[in-house]
């Protein structure tokens, strides 16, 4: 009677943890025999406040950009939360919940930081950028001159759908790249830091702009807060991430050694080595480049000081 009594126990705790697995019954804490507190793992967006000065977007289209940022910030909040609850023994690559839950997660949260740094990186009134500047330096080095770089990424602006346009700054190649974004998750470079967004979904421009997409481009980099980019360059500069991929294994366990062999490895720093050092720029631009047209942006300021 007693082994009968063992064997009914033994499977109505088989079924419970089953049940348990599946989401359907609480976890129960061994100690004090409840329910245990779930970990909440989710993460919570605070919307920011911004003053976008620029006459060349209407009040109206400004108001429905915030009120789509504040969207995807309320949409982000609440797939965290979501997350927290989904029962991740059912995920799958074909069908799930989670699947679906971690896809938007990605979209909602790339949605509001895109839109933050837009936000911050447009809209200077008296925009201009020093021949001396970290931004002007830079990006002529990488692409031959500042023009080079102006017109490659105003082909990546006009080259995304509803999406992005974007600088990066891409470790691997210790480099500054332009990407051209469709959404705001597909071609994003793993890995890479953005410097300067601009968005080039229909929404930023439609309603002042109708369908004529360079016409609101130009306007908006003709306003470009080099200022800004700058600072964010200048971060970038300190940061030595491309030390990331010197990090290979080696015959010992201590992390300490191993990082000092990767910034070993790595070059100096591109702030402080430009064209062997002598801070000169290059002036030829690669020969993949296609040169610029004399009159990409005639109107863009810079400044020798």
């Known amino acids: 009677m007693k082994k009968a009594k063992d064997i009914k126990s033994i499977v109505q705790r088989s079924i ?15 100690k004090a025999k409840e329910p245990a507190k ?3 793992e989710a993460l919570h967006v605070v919307p920011s406040n911004f003053v976008v000065k620029t006459e060349k977007l209407s009040k109206a289209t400004k108001e429905a950009h915030d009120s789509l940022y504040k969207k995807h910030t309320e949409s982000f909040n609440k797939i965290s939360a979501e997350l927290d609850a989904v029962n991740k023994h059912e995920a799958g690559s074909f069908a ?11 979209y909602n949260l790339n949605a509001v930081k895109l839109h933050e740094l837009y936000f911050n990186n447009v809209s200077d009134l008296a925009s201009e950028i020093g021949i001396d500047s970290i931004p002007y330096i830079k990006l002529s080095r990488d692409y031959g001159n500042f023009e080079n770089w102006q017109f490659d990424f105003m082909a990546c602006a006009m080259s ?5 346009a974007m600088t990066v700054y891409e470790p691997y190649k210790n480099t500054y790249m332009n990407v051209c974004i469709d959404g705001n998750t597909e071609g994003v470079p793993a890995g890479t830091i953005p410097i300067l967004v601009l ?22 980099m003709r306003e470009i807060n080099w200022d800004v980019i700058e600072a964010r360059m200048a971060l970038i500069e300190k940061s030595e991430l491309s030390a990331l991929y010197f990090i290979r294994p080696m015959y010992n366990d201590e992390p300490n050694k191993i990082l000092g062999a990767a910034e070993t490895a790595t070059q100096q720093p591109p702030i402080d080595n430009v064209n ?8 030829q631009a690669p020969p993949t480049t296609p040169a610029a047209p004399d009159n990409t942006l005639n109107e863009t300021k810079t400044s020798k000081d």
């Open 276 to 283: 062997g050092g002598n801070n000169q720029m290059t002036t």
């Open 199 to 220: 968005d080039m979904w229909s929404h930023a421009f439609y309603r002042d702009y109708d369908v004529d997409k360079r016409s609101y481009l130009v306007a908006m």
């Open 38 to 40: 779930l970990v909440s």
């Open 96 to 106: 799930s919940k989670f699947r679906s839950f971690k896809m938007d997660e990605a």
């Open 16 to 30: 419970a943890e089953s049940l348990r697995k599946t989401g359907k019954l609480p976890h129960l804490n061994e």
């Open 160 to 164: 995304a759908r509803e999406g992005w």
